[in-house]
């Protein structure tokens, strides 16, 4: 697969990310490659997936899974150890978790976490941000965020992260990709042809009563 220009930048980005998209955009698929690279080349650590509801963490965990399958299958445990729904360990002793967050972020109060993704972090409560903030401190974690905007809250997090509110984030890499520009930018290849670039086009003007 073609990886546009965004995505490669992406997963050229070291560190603390924030990603502000529209949909379609390519997220989990770009997310999928960051989280199976890492936890590929980091040894005894955990990788957490998370998202406010299962159906939506689970979606970039099985990416996650697709990508190692592919690409490092020999990495992966097998036997009593192989990939469930919500854990992938390796041969070199890291984890991916896949959890949802719920309301409170209980269920996620007992991991340590060397690298955390939280897809549409905007919707996410601030319970759950408090809840899984301690999981990162003896590790010195990193944190990626992923979501469209939904508010300006005082306790959105994403939104917070967005604009360094109070200069706590300023550890973040930020990356904003809309939809539009993805459609009409990402070059012309075997898995995004002419056709589908022209539709994607035309669906998105109708959408917009243009």
């Not at 972090?121 to 903030?133: K, M, N, Q, Y």
């Amino acid at each position: 697969m073609q990886l546009d220009e965004w995505q490669s930048k992406f997963l050229a980005t070291a560190g603390d990310k924030i990603l502000a998209s529209g949909r379609q955009v390519g997220k989990s698929v770009v997310c999928s490659i960051d989280a199976g690279e890492w936890a590929y080349h980091n040894s005894g650590m955990n990788v957490l997936i998370c998202a406010p509801t299962e159906r939506q963490a689970y979606a970039l965990f099985e990416k996650t899974l697709r990508y190692l399958v592919e690409h490092y299958p020999r990495a992966i445990k097998k036997g009593k150890d192989r990939p469930t729904q919500t854990r992938i360990s390796l041969v070199n002793g890291t984890n991916v978790y896949c959890l949802p967050v719920g309301i409170s972020g209980t269920g996620i109060r007992f991991i340590t976490i060397g690298r955390l993704y939280i897809d549409e972090c905007s919707r996410v409560p601030r319970e759950v941000i408090d809840a899984l903030s301690p999981a990162l401190l003896t590790t010195g974690g990193e944190t990626i965020y992923l979501s469209t905007f939904n508010g300006t809250a005082p306790d959105n997090e994403f939104y917070n992260c967005w604009i360094n509110k109070d200069g706590a984030y300023d550890s973040f890499t930020r990356f904003v990709v809309s939809s539009e520009d993805v459609m009409r930018d990402r070059p012309i290849s075997s898995t995004w042809t002419e056709k589908q670039r022209t539709k994607a086009v035309y669906d998105s003007l109708f959408a917009q009563g243009q």
